[in-house]
């Protein structure tokens, strides 16, 4: 029935507890997310997805023809930012198969919700020599992140134009051990907000604090082991 509405030009379905199948995955006549390519005027989509992301092929390309979407992969929810316009959500899934570089690279927010293979991700996309300009605001809540100490996944910076960085539940010790090892600048970043990062000690080392010139905002909360500056 979706792909006969050929004059709708906004589809949202976030608030329903319908899912969206990918092709290849639907089951008795489930209506598939490739169906909704067909409609050449839509411009808004907010939508649920039982699946990986990286089931999503070059084929549904058409996505990033949207001016505006909320992609919600998985059982999560969507946790409010200020960069809105085009959202993916992934949760309680493996991100470890196939990529997702060419949907992230028309996203402005990703959030990833306990999620497994966060480190392959990253490498795909580090092989693939991507850099994300559009993605603006990135959420990283109950997901284990193993950092190698010797080891920098990037050396081209995946997020030069990050504004917000969302760290809830994450084991890090400090936020620099995520800059180095995912090779982000900061540059351009104007919100941290840290919750219940339980081994959290310190935010940044000295001389990655002043490469942060833009922050504007710092919110830290639940952080049992943060130590607070000494004053000078």
Known sequence: MVSRLLNLETLDMTSSRYHWSVKGEAQNAEATVEEIGCL??????????????????????????LRKFQLIFGSGYMVPTRQEMRRVTISHLDVSQGSIGWLLSSTTSLALNHCQGVEAMIQKLVIDNMSFKNLKA???EST????????????????????????????LETISELQIHLGLSLESLKLLEITMCLRLRTLLDERNFKSI???????????????????T
């Not at 039982?50 to 089931?55: D, E, G, Q, V």
């Not at 284990?144 to 084991?171: A, G, T, Y």
Request: include cysteine; hydrophobic fraction near 35%; charge should be neutral.
């Open 213 to 231: 010139p833009n922050l504007e905002e710092i919110e830290i909360s639940y952080c049992d082991s943060f130590q607070r500056p000494e004053s």
């Open 40 to 65: 050449q005027r839509l411009h808004v989509l907010s939508i649920k997805l039982h699946s990986s992301p990286c089931l999503l092929t070059n084929t549904n390309i058409w996505i990033k023809r």
């Open 138 to 140: 990135l959420t990283i």
């Open 144 to 171: 284990s992140i193993k950092l190698n100490s010797k080891q920098s996944f990037q050396r081209v910076d995946l997020l030069p134009n990050l504004e917000e960085l969302h760290l809830r539940c994450v084991d």
